[in-house]
């Protein structure tokens, strides 16, 4: 059976909820701008799992028509009773560079209780490229959540701002080699002499990942 708009319609519209998710992932298959104008309903579906879908793939569809892309994620951040949802929202937001979302990001990110929407705020902002972020992703290097500092140093990196290059470099030497991994792609971003030191050093790391990733980038 081919997919075409009437058919992936009637799935978003059926009492099913299964058949409504089947109907959010059929979207994919569809003229993007004619799936950004359907999957508008989704976003407001009873059920998480279609709501979490269809947010999530406004990361892409909402290239269609950012301003009201970035209606709709804020009312999803901001309003979704799902952390699943509102993190979806702050990665998509982060995809399409919605910068306008930026103030919104930070204020749910001190806010909310929910660790995996910290996460999600915190590796959105690197994609966002916002350097209003800086502070609040240093700060967050200092989280109780492993996860969330670990994402801290990924989007310190693609922010590119040399006020992060010494917050970056006390993580050179930590016990965790997933931190020295995230670290070292992080100071990849940078050029001068101590980054490059630092990665010479990070090229003999114990862990061949570490070591593999920062010979990558010294071109060794």
Not at 25 to 40: G, H, V, Y
Request: proline fraction near 5%.
């Amino acid at each position: 059976m081919s997919v075409n708009p009437e058919s992936v319609q009637e799935l978003l519209s059926s009492e099913d909820f299964g058949k409504r998710l089947s109907g959010v992932n059929q979207l994919r298959q569809l003229d993007p701008a004619i799936a950004f104008e359907m999957i508008q309903q989704s976003v407001n579906d009873g059920n998480v799992r279609v709501r979490y879908a269809a947010v999530s793939q406004l990361s892409s569809l909402g290239l269609q028509n950012p301003t009201l892309a970035l209606e709709i994620l804020r009312r999803c951040l901001l309003e979704d009773p799902e952390a699943d949802v509102q993190a979806a929202a702050a990665d998509s937001i982060g995809a399409l560079k919605l910068t306008d979302a930026y103030e919104d990001l930070e204020q749910l990110y001190h806010k909310t209780p929910e660790w995996l929407v910290q996460f999600s705020i915190i590796a959105a902002l690197g994609e966002l490229g916002d350097r209003r972020a800086f502070t609040l992703l240093n700060s967050a290097l200092t989280s109780s959540v492993e996860l969330v500092r670990t994402a801290a140093i990924g989007s310190l990196g693609e922010l590119e701002d040399d006020r992060a290059v010494p917050l970056l470099l006390e993580f050179v030497a930590d016990p965790d080699w997933q931190v020295r991994y995230r670290v070292t792609q992080a100071l990849s971003h940078f050029k001068s002499p101590e980054i490059r030191a630092a990665l010479e050093t990070l090229s003999h790391d114990e862990m061949p990942p570490v070591a593999q990733e920062a010979k990558a980038y010294l071109n060794v």
